[in-house]
T-cell receptor
Framework: QKEVEQNSGPLSVPEGAIASLNCTYS??????FFWYRQYSGKSPELIMS????GDKEDGRFTAQLNKASQYVSLLIRDSQPSDSATYLC?????????FGKGTMLLVSP | NAGVMQNPRHLVRRRGQEARLRCSPM?????VYWYRQLPEEGLKFMVY????????ESGMPKERFSAEFPKEGPSILRIQQVVRGDSAAYFC????????????FGQGTRLTVV
């Protein structure tokens, strides 16, 4: 059974702070890792992908992967109220793309 | 540069009717995933298809649900004899291939069974 675990939150941070979102996965054969953002009532939107150990930065977002610990994280710098959404971690192992239940992020002005 | 297109956006069916949901992948994409999402819950994997081939259907209920992705035309998720518990948002995502590639979502179909 492939599992992807996330803290459901909500994670509350003030505007301008760093938001840190975490995810663990069970399948050691997992090969690629993604972060999606989903606003209420909308579809998931891909914001980051990461395939190898280490950090990957894209604008205000940094994804971190540690395959030995089976751990993926997403850092959002200079958080904005518009970042308030549910963040979904997704893991691909072979054919299946499995999602966690998501962490709700609330950024207060 | 059209994204993943799903239709209809909203679908109302009476109990016992059939629901047919369509998904046209992004240009150049030949793989499609279908997911179901209940309110306040995560995305539950249903099926993964390549054109004319089902790659993984481990998340599909054994009865009433089927999916196809023909050589021509959109992928179809079919739900026969719908029940109220089928009410949910159904999303499809497409990717270029089976490897380490990104998947992009359509806007979803909200199915309501009355």
């Amino acid at each position: 059974q492939k599992e992807v675990e996330q803290n459901s939150g909500p994670l509350s941070v003030p505007e301008g702070a760093i938001a840190s979102l975490n995810c663990t996965y069970s399948d050691r054969g997992s090969q690629s890792f993604f972060w999606y953002r989903q606003y209420s009532g909308k579809s998931p939107e891909l914001i980051m992908s990461i395939y190898s150990n280490g950090d990957k930065e894209d604008g205000r977002f940094t994804a971190q992967l540690n395959k030995a610990s089976q751990y993926v994280s997403l850092l959002i710098r200079d958080s904005q109220p518009s970042d308030s959404a549910t963040y979904l971690c997704a893991v691909r192992a072979y054919s299946t793309l499995t999602f966690g239940k998501g962490t709700m992020l609330l950024v207060s002005p | 540069n059209a994204g993943v297109m799903q239709n209809p956006r909203h679908l109302v069916r009476r109990r016992g009717q059939e629901a047919r949901l369509r998904c046209s992948p992004m240009k150049g994409h030949s793989h499609v995933y279908w997911y179901r999402q209940l309110p306040e819950e995560g995305l539950k994997f249903m099926v993964y298809l390549q054109k004319e081939n089902i790659i993984d259907e481990s998340g599909m209920p054994k009865e009433r649900f089927s999916a196809e992705f023909p050589k021509e035309g959109p992928s179809i998720l079919r739900i026969q004899q719908v029940v109220r518990g089928d009410s949910a948002a159904y999303f499809c995502a497409s990717s270029p291939s089976q490897g380490n590639t990104e998947a992009f979502f359509g806007q979803g179909t909200r199915l309501t069974v009355v």
